[in-house]
């Protein structure tokens, strides 16, 4: 009898050092006490005693090397471990980034070919690497994380694990050589650890599981909404997609990525990168990505919420001085006539360089945003 596909759990918590790695040994400590047959995948302990000794009985599948450019590196064996075939495997950081000229460039990639073979998996990651979250990250902490997750790998998890403690206790874990080398820790301490970074991180957790888990209870029927972000080829887009991301999953709706181009303009080499990374970032959000080729941007925008029945237009806005402000009406004005007699929620998200970020509302139902009717 064939064994469908396998089940993931994982441990998120706010930063490095909070625990999702012992909590998952010492669960998974249990599950072979009880019979279960264990492997570690992957473990990085980083040098922390406590983590190894919790380790300390579970079968270690040997990773395997790779050379690159000239230094010799390890990662995870998935050809190994679907020949051993346990029942569980624990995957240590899920975000990581595997070696160059590895069968896949992601680990929770290589997660996925796990799951499909129908083993479980134990997995740990940190909150700022989900990719919605990577602007409000760099924003809170001025840390701009380069190994991110898609947040369907969240979303599709059966169960998730917040491992939490308070920015007190983790700062202490800090000073006490606990989570980095002494070395490290002042500086750890100065930066990313500060008590202000943390306290932003763990609410973004909290509120990240705590979302989760109002998913689970379906919408009311008749009351679905949809949500459509407006793209253009000009900085600041992929931000405006994380967003609009971010708002569909607080309303379990589906996303529509609609980029309007004009046909009489070609698109230089930077502006042709940034189109290749959006089309990349709605695959990773789930999301569909509509390309049209039209002189009407506009007219296009209210034809094509029409068509899906959106709800919910997410729209970029840079900032203008005070004569433009009164000589022009903007994009959203003008949108907003081409809209009249559509009930369609518009939210203005700031994408100046170098600005402060746009926050959407906790509620996306309420705050900064204009009805149209």
Known sequence: MLKG????K?????????????RMLQEAQELRREG?????????????????????GLELVPRRRLLHQGVSLEEMDVGEILARRPQLVLVDELAHTNVPGSERPKRWQDVAVLLAAGLDVYSTVNIQHLESLNDQVAQLTGVVVRERLPDRVMHQAEEVVLVDVTPETLQERLRDGKVYAAERVDQALAHFFRRSHLVALRELALREVADRVEED????????????VCLSTYPGSNRLLRRAARLAGFMDAPLLVLTVLDPARFLNKEQAVRLEESIRLCEDFGAEFLRIDSDDALGTIARIAGERGISQIVLGQTLRSRPQAFLRRTLSEKLQHRLKGQAVDLHLISIDAGSPQA???EDPRGGHDQRIQ
Not at 14 to 22: E, R
């Open 5 to 8: 596909p396998g089940r993931h």
């Open 10 to 22: 994982l441990f998120i918590g706010m930063a490095p050092g909070v625990g999702k790695t012992f």
């Open 36 to 56: 279960v047959d264990v492997v570690i995948g992957v473990l990085e302990t980083h040098g922390r005693s406590g983590t190894a000794r919790q380790a300390e």
């Open 217 to 228: 209870a379906p919408p009311a029927k008749g009351m679905r909404e949809r949500v459509m």
């Open 359 to 361: 926050e959407l509302p």
